[in-house]
């Protein structure tokens, strides 16, 4: 039975606004993060979920919650950023995913590390959820092993692919799991 997940990513943080990676690091939408996020919530009033997951990190929760406050969320650590270790809160340019997919991050994740705690999630709705509809609200690198174990595709492609390169954001990215 397929099971229907709808990812989105968390608005613009103050950290994102300062050119710095935030990784396991708590820190609050800004202005723009929080216009994001309500905007989000009016292009995607249409759909409907039959759960939905955030991280346990803050802005994704603020994010969810601002864009559909009419949602029970389930905070799950598994949707975590990955850890950067010793650059959480850093300058961005010190993290460099192609250098990170199998080598972790000083005292943080590889990730492939992400990639594993994101498999066990997937397991888990598919055995607890299945042929539902999944919200997701969470970050880079949990939706960049998404694509990898949905679609079958090495970390590599799915880093050349990433929206983020390509500059083709939208309102929510869907998957199917089966």
Same mark, same amino acid.
């Given at each position: 039975m397929?099971t229907?997940?709808i990812?989105f990513v968390h ?5 994102? #606004?300062?050119?710095?990676c935030?990784?396991?690091k708590q820190? !609050? =939408? ?5 216009e @994001? #996020? ?6 995607t009033?249409?759909?409907? &979920?039959?759960?939905? &997951?955030?991280s346990?990190l803050?802005r994704?929760?603020d994010?969810?919650d601002? #864009?559909?406050?009419?949602y ?6 598994? =949707? ?6 010793d650059?959480?809160?850093e300058d961005?340019k010190?993290?460099?995913?192609e250098?990170?997919?199998n080598?972790p &991050?000083?005292?943080?994740?590889s990730?492939?590390d992400v990639?594993?705690r994101?498999s066990? &999630? ?5 055995k607890?959820y ?10 880079? #690198?949990? @939706?960049?092993a998404? !694509?990898v174990?949905?679609k ?6 799915a =880093?050349?692919?990433d929206?983020?390169k390509?500059?083709?954001? @939208?309102p ?5 799991i089966?």
């Amino acid at each position: 039975m397929q099971t229907k997940i709808i990812y989105f990513v968390h608005g613009t943080t103050y950290d994102n #606004a300062s050119d710095k990676c935030s990784g396991w690091k708590q820190v !609050e =939408l800004n202005e723009l993060g929080k216009e @994001q #996020a309500k905007n989000l919530g009016n292009v995607t009033k249409e759909l409907k &979920f039959d759960v939905m &997951f955030t991280s346990d990190l803050i802005r994704a929760i603020d994010s969810a919650d601002i #864009a559909w406050p009419e949602y029970e969320k389930l905070q799950d650590k598994r =949707l975590r950023e990955c850890n950067y270790g010793d650059y959480d809160g850093e300058d961005k340019k010190l993290v460099v995913y192609e250098e990170h997919i199998n080598k972790p &991050f000083p005292n943080g994740e590889s990730l492939k590390d992400v990639e594993n705690r994101i498999s066990d &999630f997937i397991n888990y709705i598919k055995k607890e959820y299945p042929g539902k509809t999944i919200a997701i609200v969470a970050h880079r #690198a949990p @939706q960049l092993a998404i !694509e990898v174990l949905t679609k079958g595709i090495t970390l590599e492609q799915a =880093l050349e692919k990433d929206w983020r390169k390509t500059k083709s954001w @939208q309102p929510g990215w869907e998957y199917i799991i089966e």
